[in-house]
Structure formats: structure tokens, C-alpha cells
């Protein structure tokens, strides 16, 4: 039982360059998220997505976009990365029960 | 606008030493709280739950003040391994997308 995986573990991007994170999950949830973790300002949220088919937008979505492609797979796509987006990156699902998230093991993003 | 802080610390205390961290939110319309602990450069994990009346689990025990809208976590008998940044999450209620993550306190325990 994997729980959440994410791929890859480490990134370096020059401004401009595109790419997509994946995350697949193993544990069945309907909810699905994308965080960013900056030193300083904690866990902020990007994306989520409360079930199959479904999307919204968190409290830092400009320059990202998201895919739920089935209930195991959430991936996370920067179009244009900026230095800005340098960050570690975690995904996590959870449970109906509110406040039980399991989170991915992060990406570490670098934009040069 | 909803926030959660937390004394970002660092604490340093000896092994078997009693801790002790504050979170206090801003939104009274907070439903529920936990804990969640972050070793070096690896995921959060759900640490506990905070129920109203308080709750313990071994070494950890966690209360709510929602008059003062604060949260409390205690640690008693401080373990090397107990070395971790703790964050302090706030659900309000609705979709899953709804909780708010403090920005951690570091605790270091010594030998």
C-alpha cells in the first residue's frame, strides 16, 4: 500500500519552461489536493479537487493549472514556471473525515 | 480572514523535559482542529485530532479553548525522536478545500 505517490522528487526548470507533476493516491479518496510549502508562510493551497471530475481553485492558483484524469490521479501543471514558483510541492488526499489529509512525500521545484 | 499562527520557535528542551505549544485562530467559525507534525524535508502527518474536552494520546494531549480561540499541544517526556515542526490546522467546514495550515513551531530535543 503505496498511499500517495508524486513524481519526480526533484525538478530544475529554467523561467519559461513548462512541466507537470503527478500524484496518484492508492487509499480510494474522492479529495485530492495541491499545496506549495515556502519557508515562512507555511502550507498554502493551489488546487483541489473534491471528487472525480471536479476542480477549484485554492488560495494560490495564478500560473498553475490541474487535472483530476480519475479518481487516483491529480496532476499539477506550470505552463510558464517563473522563479516564483520555486517551492516544494505536496499532494495529498483524504478521507470524508474532515482535517485527515495524507500527503505525498513533495517535489522539490527549483526555477532558475 | 482566516488565519492560524503559531510561535514559530525554535524550542529547545532536554530529553524528558514537558512542552508545551500555543495556536490561536482568527475565524470563530472554525469547526474543527489538529495537529499535524513535519520531520526535515518529509510530508505532514496527522498527528491528533483536538476535541472540546480535550484529548490524550500517550505522551500528547491536546485542548480547545474556544473562548480564547486558542489550541494547545502538550508533550510530556520529550523523546529525540519527538524532534519535529509542528503545525496547527483549522477546518471551517464545507468542501474539503477549508483548512488552514499555521506555519509550524520547530521543536529540538537534546540529549
Known amino acids: 500500500n503505496a498511499g500517495v505517490t508524486q513524481t519526480p522528487k526533484f525538478q530544475v526548470l529554467k523561467t519559461g519552461q513548462s512541466m507537470t507533476l503527478q500524484c496518484a493516491q492508492d487509499m480510494n479518496h474522492n479529495s485530492m489536493y495541491w499545496y506549495r510549502q515556502d519557508p515562512g508562510m507555511g502550507l498554502r493551497l493551489i488546487y483541489y479537487s473534491a471528487s472525480e471530475g471536479t476542480t477549484d481553485k485554492g488560495e494560490v492558483p495564478n500560473g498553475y493549472n490541474v487535472s483530476r484524469l480519475n479518481k487516483r490521479e491529480f496532476s499539477l501543471r506550470l505552463e510558464s514556471a517563473a522563479p516564483s514558483q520555486t517551492s516544494v510541492y505536496f499532494c495529498?488526499?483524504?478521507?470524508?473525515?474532515?482535517?485527515?489529509?495524507?500527503f505525498g512525500p513533495g517535489t522539490r521545484l527549483l526555477v532558475l | 480572514r482566516k488565519e492560524v499562527e503559531q510561535d514559530p520557535g525554535p524550542f529547545n528542551v532536554p530529553e524528558g523535559a514537558t512542552v508545551a505549544f500555543n495556536c490561536t485562530y482568527s475565524?470563530?467559525?472554525?469547526?474543527?482542529f489538529f495537529w499535524y507534525r513535519q520531520d526535515c524535508r518529509k510530508e505532514p502527518k496527522l498527528l491528533m485530532s483536538?476535541?472540546?474536552s480535550g484529548n490524550e494520546d500517550g505522551r500528547f494531549t491536546a485542548q480547545l479553548n474556544r473562548a480564547s480561540q486558542y489550541i494547545s499541544l502538550l508533550i510530556r517526556d520529550s523523546k529525540l525522536s519527538d524532534s519535529a515542526t509542528y503545525l496547527c490546522?483549522?477546518?471551517?467546514?464545507?468542501?474539503?478545500?477549508?483548512?488552514?495550515f499555521g506555519k509550524g513551531t520547530k521543536l529540538s530535543v537534546k540529549p
Open positions: 495529498a488526499s483524504s478521507e470524508p473525515a474532515p482535517g485527515t489529509q495524507y
Open positions: 475565524n470563530s467559525a472554525s469547526q474543527s
Open positions: 490546522v483549522a477546518y471551517y467546514g464545507g468542501s474539503q478545500g477549508n483548512l488552514i
Open positions: 483536538v476535541y472540546s
